[in-house]
């Protein structure tokens, strides 16, 4: 180790520790300053190729009208396409929660008119006075 770091000031160089966790560690002769560098820069080519996934939420209630429906089919048809989620709720209002299979029905009915485009990432779960699904995107390729 002692013989490293004066080759690598013989050099005007740094003694960089490349992998820690090695046996014995693995230890580089480089410019400390350019070595930083390539790390930030592999790193934001890194956070370049990421894509970020958001979740939209579509809201319905059990009695939605035929012409509502469609819109917000439309819609969440077209957020999938762009690539994002959807999470479909069917919102129960006061004595509505009695009729949870019209709810159901609704949800059943907007999963299978999306399913060319989306695939049920949660079934349909009814949490408190809420029933929700989650659609993700279809794989394309």
Do not use: W
Not at 54 to 75: A, G
Not at 93 to 116: M, P, T
């Amino acid at each position: 180790m002692k013989e490293a770091l004066r080759h690598a000031e013989r050099k005007g160089l740094d003694l960089v520790e490349v992998a820690p966790q090695a046996n014995p560690p693995v230890c580089r002769i480089i410019d400390y300053g350019k070595f930083l560098y390539e790390q930030k820069k592999k790193a934001q080519e890194a956070r370049k190729k990421q894509t970020v996934i958001s979740v939209k939420e579509i809201k319905l209630r059990p009695r939605t009208d035929e012409h509502d429906y469609e819109f917000k089919k439309k819609n969440a048809e077209r957020i999938l396409k762009e690539g994002d989620k959807v999470k479909a709720v069917i919102r129960f209002r006061g004595r509505e929660i009695v009729h949870k299979e019209l709810g159901r029905q609704l949800l059943d009915r907007l999963i299978a008119d999306l399913s060319e485009v989306s695939v049920v990432e949660h079934r349909p779960k009814l949490e408190g006075y809420n029933l929700v699904a989650i659609l993700a995107p279809k794989k394309t390729g």
